[in-house]
């Protein structure tokens, strides 16, 4: 079974721009989840999709934002990028998102010139 | 708040030791805990998790040691390889009103094996 897949793996991005991400979870899984990682933060809790719909959401601006297609796969979007908004974004999935392991994928690594 | 600790950054360890690594958790509700293994330029591998009605649990190589009454997660690894170097990360499963599950994530701790 194919695992997380997140595209595309590296972008360059100029401060201001927009950037989208997206995310294909492991077959059946319905639950998608995104985290930021930076080396400051660590790894921090973005938002929740389940049957397309937001579930759950960290503590980050509305610049941040995502959604969720009817076959479970998930883009992210951040718009006005900042310098800070460079980390590796990270996309896991699970069945049914509740007390249940979640699988990564390889992540996409945004770099904000 | 919600926090997971780790005590030590760093480790280092020679082929074929074991290895402990340490978390703490500040959530005495959470009751389902996971360690993941990140890989330099991967996204974090699952390795083993344990719910809160178990003290232990074994996997391949590696045990997870729970201790609820002082919040406090170890990841044990037997006989370290070459392959077992890289960052763990203890998570901490909390689940939001709508049912929602969302990871907690310690600092990370950075083992090396030195051959």
């Known amino acids: 079974k194919a695992g997380v897949t997140q595209t595309p793996r590296y972008l360059i991005k100029t401060r201001g721009q927009q950037v989208t991400l997206s995310c294909s979870p492991i077959?059946?899984?319905?639950?998608v989840s995104w985290y930021q990682q930076t080396p400051g933060q660590g790894l921090q809790f973005l938002f929740e999709y389940f049957s397309e719909t937001q579930r759950n959401k960290g503590n980050f601006p509305g610049r941040f934002s995502g959604r969720q297609f009817s076959n479970s796969r998930s883009e992210m979007n951040v718009s006005t990028l900042e310098l800070g908004d460079s980390a590796l974004y990270l996309c896991a999935s699970s069945f049914f998102g509740t007390q249940e392991t979640q699988y990564f994928g390889p992540g996409t690594r945004l770099l904000v010139l | 708040g919600e926090s997971v600790g780790l005590h030590l950054p760093t480790l280092s360890v020679q082929e074929g030791d074991n290895s402990i690594i340490n978390c703490a958790y500040s959530n005495s509700a959470s009751d389902y805990f996971i360690w993941y293994k990140q890989e330099s330029g991967k996204g974090p591998q699952f390795i083993i998790d344990i719910r809160s009605n178990m003290d232990k649990r074994q996997g391949q190589r590696v045990t997870v040691l729970l201790n609820k009454t002082v919040k406090h997660l170890s990841l044990q690894i037997a006989a370290t390889q070459p392959g077992d170097s890289a960052v763990y990360f203890c998570a901490e499963n909390i689940v939001g009103i709508q049912g929602a599950q969302k990871l907690v994530f310690g600092q990370g701790t950075r083992l090396t094996i030195n051959p």
């Open positions: 077959s059946g899984h319905r639950s």
